[in-house]
């Protein structure tokens, strides 16, 4: 379906997906205006673990995924959490989620995600040769393990991963040899598996950088501007904030955890849920170089600035609800033995963030029932790396009305 090029387009959202669509539709000359209802960064795009990993970008319903999680699920303690008695959104969400757990849906929402995942990197270096953000620092991501066993696991799935079409390179290591790269390894750890060639970010850092250069482009970020509502009007969009409307030529809703809200009244039908992940910094004597993996904690660290943040918990609640200080104590007691020169207690930064997740695994990213209202997020874990590149196949479809054939599995009215 063609459109004619809009004019002027309001991003909801200025999380990673917001601004970088944002960014890329400045580009290409469309006056831009970005409405948060906090401000830059305010929901998933902050306080995660930075990792720009294209090779770990899978779907998150996968049958293994339901053993370990039904397993879970009974302690407060556990990595994953889902509340006793689950309102009927989540109860709707669940049972997508394990509709979705084979091997056959698995595989095929993988081939649909590798087509984003190839052209992830190149969307940060376009981003960076302008000048925005920087490219993010080269490095393994380094996971380690307490049992030969747990390692057998992962190096299975990255086997299956490079199966499906996937970039997977891996090294497998000694715990010496992961201990002579990491330092903060403890001795617990017995064997070692990097993975080759992926990038890390200080989010919060390159998320300002991002506004800035939207702003220096031209566009405008305003903070503290809560939707309400939108109003399609055939030629226009209406973009309601409490008593102000405002009119558009199109509108893009990157509300993250909250997509839902907005969305569902132009026929996106998906639920949207927020996996609701936590992660606070410590120092360390010998700060890594590069990202640390534990999957048998279902934690994940890296370097920002000059501490090392920590992080981890899937926690199925609703994405206002307050932090639950229960979770930092499960990730700072999980990942204790595994680490060295690290001090656990000495805690900044405490924070929780709603990863928006689907049913399917996949992302929304699309026009909905209405021409000039379109939708991008439902990214789930993986928001941060696939933000760019969303942003420039969105910015394609936007601005010339033809759907670059890797958004096709991502249609937000499937
Ligand atoms: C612990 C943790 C670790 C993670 N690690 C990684 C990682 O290493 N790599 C990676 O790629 N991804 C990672 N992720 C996932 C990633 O953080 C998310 O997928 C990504 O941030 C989603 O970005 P977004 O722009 O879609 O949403 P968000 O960043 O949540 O932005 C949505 C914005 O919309 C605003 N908003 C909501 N409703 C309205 C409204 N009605 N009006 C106006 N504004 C509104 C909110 O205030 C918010 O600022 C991690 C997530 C967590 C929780």
Redesign the pocket.
Known sequence: MTNPTPERVAV????????ATAWFLRQRGVAVTV???????????????????PSK?VPLPDPAVLRYGLRAMVSPSSPVYVPPRPDPRLLAFMAGFVRHCTHPAWRRALTALVGLNRRALAGFDALAAAGVGGPGTEADILAAFATTADADHLIAEYDQMRAGGQEVEYEVLTGDAARGREPALSDRVVTGVALRGQR?IN?GEYLAALAEAVRGAGGEVRDG????GIRDRGTVVDVQ?GAQVETFDAVVI??????G??ARPFGVRTTVQA?????FSVPVEKLPSG?LYFPGQRV?C?PVGDRLRI???MEFRPPNAPLDPRRVHAITEAVRPMLTGADLDAREDEW?????CTPDGLPLIGRTRAARVFV????????????PVTGQLLTELITTGYRPAELAPFDPLR
């Open positions: 909801i959202g200025a999380g990673m997906v917001g601004l409405l948060d209802r906090v401000g830059v960064a305010a929901g998933s795009s902050w306080g995660n673990a930075g990792w720009l990993s970008v890390f989010p501007v809560g939707v309400t904030a990157a509300t993250g955890a909250w997509l809200e907005l996996g609701r992940g936590y992660s990202p994940a890296t992080a981890g918990m929780v963030g709603g990863r928006p991008a997020g439902g990214h789930g874990m993986w928001g941060i790396t696939l933000g």
